[in-house]
């Protein structure tokens, strides 16, 4: 019972600081836009989230051997809850970036506390439930995220102390829970080099997965304003791209465990160009048109990360696994700080349809990275289980070791 009771601490922390760090993305761009900050200043922000991400990652796996997991927990929240308010004191968008890292750093070190607590804490037994139930309650959260600014005010105080009430509020079920603290997992060895010697395919499709939805989630706010969306319906156009990607899982795992995952990137990619493609055209066709494009952007993007990692773990052995997770999550973090500047600077002088052309030449790149290392060497013959691969920490490698058991 206590672990069952653990558990759902930890789940409901994940929603919580789902909704508040996953909600405060689009709030910013729309406020931004009511605020006057040009395009580029919007896409700053973004990066800057990134930049709090990767410190993160990094820092607080230290942070929790030093102080433990409840506490580590609590400095990140903190940090979170502060940045947050702080958006009511100024608007200065350069002061709301420092702001962003810090909601940023929350989110990548909260995570990093909660998965390497469920790590502890799972057994052989309960591990394919306890995962299943941590992948629902985070991307149900991170939908529902999306679509709180729907309700939310732009660029008002209410707003903003509403999101950080929840960053507060995801602090209380796990720093109340009886189950004891487990012990102080050794922080992962970063070595990004590891994962271009398993598989530079696999870096390249992390990047240009983090370009694809890096771009859209920050600065999808700003094209949707451009293409004529209301703010409420700024919000399920992003919830559609989340809705799109969570339907996408298990049809795309079923191919990549039945076909060459390099292939299986490669028609990834190349309908995924057909879906920028199709997302540009669909702007004047109405609303309906806008949200079932993006939907279907949503599904042939976010699971090229998942194969990316599934084929890169082919070549890994089992003691590599969760150093080559945190150096993929390295070339996610580089490929998201970069991206939501570079596409709402291509925004601003081309207009809507460059961030869709600027993904989309993303994918070429991957296609003919792809091909060419296709002829390098052959797919291999003993291949891992195909994995949903939350992008939250470096240590949700730790969750998916097992999970990863060659077929």
């Excluded at 390497?116 to 991170?142: C, F, H, P, Q």
């Excluded at 570079?342 to 993303?362: C, E, K, Q, R």
């Amino acid at each position: 019972m206590r672990l069952l009771i653990s558990f759902a601490a930890l789940f409901l922390s994940v929603i919580l600081l789902q909704l508040s760090t996953g909600g405060v993305g689009p709030l910013d761009a729309i406020s931004g836009l009511t605020l006057g900050f040009d395009k580029e200043q919007i896409g700053f922000l973004g990066s800057a989230h990134f930049v709090g991400f990767f410190i993160g990652c990094w820092w607080v796996p230290r942070l929790m051997g030093n102080v433990g997991h409840s506490r580590a927990f609590a400095v990140c929240t903190a940090l979170g809850a502060m940045g947050l308010i702080g958006h009511t004191l100024t608007e200065d968008p350069l002061a709301w970036a420092a702001m962003r890292i810090a909601s940023g750093l929350c989110m990548a070190g909260c995570y990093t506390v909660i998965e390497a607590w469920l790590n502890a804490k799972v057994t052989n037994e309960n591990r394919g439930r306890a995962m299943g139930t941590y992948r629902i309650a985070d991307l149900s959260a991170s939908l529902a995220a999306q679509l709180l600014i729907a309700v939310l005010p732009p660029a008002a105080y209410v707003s903003y102390n509403l999101l950080a009430i929840l960053c507060c509020a995801a602090l209380l079920p796990l720093t109340m829970t009886k189950a004891s603290q487990p012990e102080i997992p050794d922080a992962p060895r970063l070595r990004p080099r590891l994962a271009w010697n398993c598989s530079p395919l696999a870096v390249a499709g992390v990047i240009v997965a983090a370009l694809s939805s890096a771009s859209f989630r920050m600065v999808g706010p700003i094209y949707g304003q451009e293409v004529g969306l209301k703010v409420g319906q700024i919000a399920f156009f992003l919830a559609s791209f989340v809705l799109g990607g969570a339907l996408a899982q298990y049809p795309l795992g079923w191919l990549a465990d039945k076909y060459d995952r390099r292939w299986v990137l490669i028609w990834l990619s190349a309908i995924a160009i057909v879906s920028c493609a199709i997302t540009m055209a669909a702007s004047g066709t109405g609303t309906i048109g806008v949200m079932l494009a993006a939907a279907f952007f949503g599904f042939t993007t976010f699971p090229i990360f998942s194969v990316s990692a599934a084929h890169a773990n082919d070549f890994a052995t089992s003691e590599q696994r969760v150093e080559l997770s945190a150096a993929l999550m390295f070339w996610y973090a580089l490929g998201a700080i970069a991206s939501p500047y570079i596409s709402s600077a291509l925004i601003d002088s081309f207009g809507p349809p460059a961030l869709f052309a600027y993904v989309a030449a993303g994918h070429v790149l991957l296609i003919v990275f792809g091909l060419s290392r296709m002829r390098a060497r052959p797919a291999p013959e003993d291949r891992t289980r195909y994995v949903y691969a939350p992008r939250t920490s470096f240590t949700i490698g730790r969750l998916l070791k097992r999970a990863r058991e060659r077929r």
